[in-house]
């Protein structure tokens, strides 16, 4: 394939329900991050196939229980657009009600989260700023916590985006065709104004384009993007960009199971009628499906060649933007470090009357990388009490750790594994591996498609010895399968020792 064209997925990474956004020649898109921390990506490109993290929106919930671990709450579905020379996010917590964040340098720092309205199941908030100054807002209901679904609401807002006004509009009920109608996105081109929609549900959805002459309706749907004959399931919920020589491009997602929802992308053209064509054509009725690869598109901004940053090696002690704590951060966490990662040994809560790895809220996590890619890392452990464990995690609602535990004066390798029943009750279970000679050791996992996974383990320069079963990793809560590091003690126990971590290797296949 000439170099001329890309390749689908361009991210393949759980970038879930991604915005978009041109300002000159740069792309900025945002996404989903559910409960963990800090929150609401901020990704850059210069050519829309290369995308580096360089921002999150903000490092902490200051509302809510966000210090323990709270699986597939926290943002969902944000929005970002361009006015009045500011960057504007929008966003929703899912019991909480719907927020809003401002900045005008998306590399520098963002207004704390302002509650535009509080509410139960208002979710997947998109802004609007007419031609005439009003501004608007229309978002999307979750039945699990306010029992409406299908609908899209509609409210004015004040100008400066601090609070809505008035009585919200129901402007379109998809409960006969539209099922599952949710994460709009809303634009004006040529006096028609545009909500491209989800419907149908994640895993098997398409893509919906609303379209009326005025705000309030009514409104006329066209279905637009369907998975066809490829295998690109659920193409949908994304958002539009135009640049600056009018060719059109459309981002969205593809539920990829455990490796969450990966980022695609689409050509997009207007036909006469003034509706949007997506991907490639499918009818004569205005559906398409997504292209596999396609000429790139032809950008102002030259590319960067910037990937979506893995790989760490921690310099001055710090991590950088890839990874995410599962709760809030605490400081306690880290210890000061003038080369590597030092995670200090905190003891595990106890939920639901259990002490598990699940709800562990200082796990240090990044997303899967790749359909198939290897992570490694070398570690010296310095525990200071019985109990004390560290190591390397796959975590979802299926997870397992690779740690070395410390019990009165010798090291052991063990191997934790659990997850998550229907019941909400977790089962974990630590299975010995084998005693160690010292608390410094290399380790490593091989994932491979499907998200089967094989741990591996050495010290010094030893072959690499693996364990004796495989496993078979699960996405989360909304979220898919996540990799990292963990350094903690048995729940009751005061602060344990620490863990330094030299580096975190990533190499996809």
Not at 288 to 304: R, W
Request: glycine letters at 10%.
């Amino acid at each position: 394939m000439s170099s001329n064209y890309y390749h689908n997925p361009i991210i393949c990474a759980d970038y879930s329900d991604p915005d978009i956004i041109r300002v000159g020649d740069d792309f900025f898109m945002v996404a989903s991050s559910f409960n963990h921390l800090p929150a609401l990506p901020v990704l850059h490109s210069k050519d829309l196939i290369n995308w580096e993290i360089i921002n999150h929106v903000f490092s902490s919930f200051e509302f809510g229980d966000y210090d323990q671990v709270q699986p597939g709450k926290g943002v969902w579905a944000p929005s970002i657009t361009y006015h009045d020379d500011k960057f504007w996010v929008f966003f929703s917590t899912p019991d909480e009600g719907i927020f809003m964040c401002h900045s005008t340098d998306p590399w520098g720092e963002w207004s704390k989260p302002h509650c535009v309205q509080p509410a139960l199941g208002w979710i997947d908030p998109c802004p609007f700023w007419d031609d005439d100054g009003r501004a608007w807002l229309v978002h999307a209901f979750a039945q699990s916590r306010c029992g409406l679904k299908h609908q899209l609401q509609l409210f004015e807002m004040k100008t400066d985006g601090s609070e809505l006004i008035g009585e919200g509009k129901i402007i379109y009920d998809g409960t006969a065709d539209l099922p599952t109608l949710e994460g709009p996105k809303l634009y004006k081109r040529n006096g028609w104004y545009y909500i491209f929609a989800p419907a149908g549900g994640v895993e098997t959805g398409w893509q919906t384009v609303l379209r009326s002459d005025k705000l309030t309706g009514n409104w006329t749907a066209r279905n637009v993007l369907f998975q066809g004959n490829t295998p690109i399931n659920g193409p949908h919920q994304g958002g539009w960009v135009e640049l600056a020589n009018s060719q059109c491009w459309f981002v969205h997602f593809q539920d990829a199971n455990v490796y969450g929802r990966i980022v695609h992308l689409q050509p997009m053209y207007w036909d006469d009628d003034n509706w949007p064509r997506i991907g490639q054509t499918l009818d004569d009725h205005g559906a398409g499906q997504p292209v596999l690869s396609y000429p790139k598109p032809l950008v102002n901004g030259e590319s960067t060649g910037d990937k979506i940053q893995t790989s760490d090696n921690f310099e001055q002690g710090k991590f950088g933007l890839q990874w995410q704590w599962p709760a809030n951060p605490q400081p306690h966490w880290l210890a000061d470090s003038e080369a590597g990662l030092v995670l200090n040994c905190c003891p595990l809560p106890i939920r639901n009357g259990q002490e598990t790895l699940y709800f562990a809220p200082n796990l240090l996590l990044q997303k899967f990388a790749a359909f198939q890619f290897s992570a490694q890392t070398e570690m010296t452990f310095n525990p200071t009490q019985s109990g004390d464990f560290a190591g390397m995690i796959i975590y979802g609602e299926r997870y397992a750790a690779l740690v070395v535990c410390y019990d009165n004066g010798e090291y052991r390798l063990m191997y934790r594994y659990g997850w998550v029943k229907d019941s909400g009750v977790v089962d974990e279970y630590h299975q010995p591996i084998a005693k160690l000679d010292s608390a410094s050791c290399q380790l490593k996992v091989e994932v491979g498609l499907n998200g089967i996974c094989q741990f591996y383990y050495r010290q010094s320069q030893d072959s690499w010895i693996a364990l004796p079963r495989q496993f078979a990793a699960g996405k989360g809560k909304w979220v898919g399968a996540k990799i990292g590091m963990v350094a903690a003690t048995d729940a009751g126990q005061t602060m344990g020792g620490n863990c330094h971590f030299k580096y975190f290797s990533v190499v996809a296949k």
